[in-house]
């Protein structure tokens, strides 16, 4: 380990926006948007803000008491707590998800980039209707060389602000961008909610459809918490890594997904009313910002201005969150292999762009080669042809390894970490040590104990499941139906239980 004095927040305002800026992404602006319109609106964001409070607050705090307790990397910090035990690979796989996030994340950040510029040249509002928006994208992302230099100079943003350092760096850029993002939004929320019929919009995004629920929208709503709170990939580690002891971890914990949670919602209400009052569907899939909404802007007075400010607008959200991903990496060479922050920052980032090159050109040029095609012959065309996770190309299958699996997977065995593994009496020292009036200690380390490993396990096992589509395979399809009634029942029942023993406790014993 470094002997190196650790860096640390300025503020903390400062912290709290960073943090915010590394939930507030892409996560928020474009994959929440378009999951919610193909999973029922309102349906889906009321089981999402139950993932979001029932598991994905208390691993955020988790995370935050690991990394401030042992001021480590998410590999140093399971170290320092565990030496010598499997744990640290814990740590490490955090590392390498952040690895695989960023290598995608930084293709999509490149187009944003690149519909930033053109939609202040005016040609992003000149898209009048969905099929010239279509060929618009598709020019884009089937030029391998274009999608290349944009993925390479959102790599190159990331670097250099990630290089600079804690207080130089990070936490100076989220200071400015983040309540710039806030105010833009304001404005596109304003703009969408005057339009005549905007209404329908408002609707479909409070009335929950009850219909869309499903175990798929359960996996597809906390893999997007994970996604978006950062977790499992050990971010809130590293970030609360940097924190003072006087830093209140449990309002932090509320604090950022509040603003996370609420921003997301506030997009659906940025881009949901126009939709609806310009007549246009809301199920439109990953497309959504890049060929649906330039013709919402092509029908507004003022297109030009309003897609400007949109693409700013999801520009600055995918930079504030690109930072805490390489940061993640780069905290583990800087804090046990002693290099340098700048050498971290572009040895590692440079890695990151070689990573991503398949994911560049998995939508344009090699864009209909999926895993199961490549292996060819009887393999591509038999019974492995037929599992869902086979047939996605290098991008796909890399946001869907990750974000469905590697994170969750991390996040479970955080919960079980701090709720089973760490002495009780060190979490509640971490957690209360900045926040003495904290009351609801013992239900947090019962919702680790209990309630997170049950869901997130179930809901891991149902998308293993899912892989297996019900035509090519009937016999899955039937267990799972089977087996759905009882999982909302082992989960409330659990979460019962995480109260009532935090609640109850045999006479003489301590609080």
């Known amino acids: 380990m470094s002997d190196t004095v650790r860096e640390s927040w300025g503020s903390k305002a400062g912290f709290l926006l960073a943090a915010a800026g590394s939930a507030v992404g892409l996560g928020n602006i474009w994959r929440f948007t378009y999951i919610m319109g193909e999973n029922g609106g309102g349906a889906f964001i009321a089981v999402y803000l139950l993932c979001i409070a029932a598991i994905g607050v208390p691993v955020f705090l988790a995370e935050l008491a690991i990394g401030r307790h042992t001021k480590r990397n998410p590999v140093g910090a399971f170290e320092a707590l565990r030496p010598g035990t499997f744990w640290k690979h814990v740590g490490a796989l955090g590392v390498v998800a952040g690895f695989m996030i960023l290598s995608f994340y930084s293709v999509v950040g490149g187009w944003v980039i690149y519909y930033l510029a053109q939609s202040v040249l005016g040609n992003v509002s000149a898209l009048s209707s969905p099929e010239a928006a ?166 507004l007075a003022g297109g030009t201005v309003f897609a400007t400010l949109f693409f700013l607008l999801v520009f600055m959200a995918a930079i504030t969150s690109s930072i805490s991903m390489l940061e993640v990496v780069a905290a583990y060479f800087i804090d046990e292999r002693d290099w340098s922050r700048p050498k971290a920052a572009w040895v590692l980032g440079g890695m990151i762009f070689v990573l991503g090159l398949p994911s560049a050109l998995a939508t344009g040029p090699m864009a209909g080669m999926s895993i199961a095609g490549l292996l060819g012959g009887a393999a591509g065309q038999g019974a492995l042809g037929n599992i869902g996770i086979l047939n996605l190309n290098w991008f796909d299958l890399i946001s869907h390894v990750v974000s469905d699996y590697m994170l969750p997977i991390g996040g479970l065995f955080v919960a079980l970490f701090v709720g089973w593994v760490w002495e009780q009496r060190l979490a509640r020292a971490e957690v209360t040590d900045g926040c003495p009036g904290f009351a609801w200690c013992g239900v947090w380390l019962n919702m680790l104990r209990y309630l997170a490993p049950l869901v997130i396990a179930q809901v891991l096992a149902l998308g293993i499941l899912a892989e297996f589509p019900a035509e090519h395979f009937p016999g899955v399809a039937s267990f799972v139906a089977a087996v759905e009634p009882w999982l909302a029942v082992s989960a409330a029942v659990a979460a019962l239980a995480a109260v009532a023993l935090a609640v109850w406790r045999p006479q003489g014993e301590p609080a």
């Open 134 to 299: 279509g060929v618009y994208f598709n020019g884009l992302t089937t030029s391998g060389g274009a999608g290349t230099m944009l993925h390479a100079l959102f790599m190159l943003v990331t670097i250099a602000i990630v290089a600079r350092g804690i207080r130089g760096g990070i936490e100076k850029v989220s200071k400015v961008l983040m309540p710039l993002l806030l105010a833009i939004l304001v404005i596109l929320i304003v703009r969408g909610l005057l339009l005549p019929g905007a209404g329908e919009g408002v609707r479909f995004l409070l009335w929950p459809d009850l219909t869309k629920l499903s175990p798929s929208v359960l996996l597809t709503a906390m893999g997007h918490a994970f996604f978006t709170l950062s977790l499992g990939m050990g971010a809130m580690i590293t970030y609360g890594s940097y924190l003072g002891r006087d830093a209140n971890l449990p309002r932090s914990s509320l604090d950022v997904a509040a603003i996370d949670t609420g921003i997301a919602i506030a997009a659906g209400f940025a881009i949901f009313p126009a939709l609806f009052a310009l007549g246009m569907e809301p199920g439109q899939g990953p497309g959504l910002i890049f060929v649906t909404l330039p013709v919402v802007f092509s029908q």
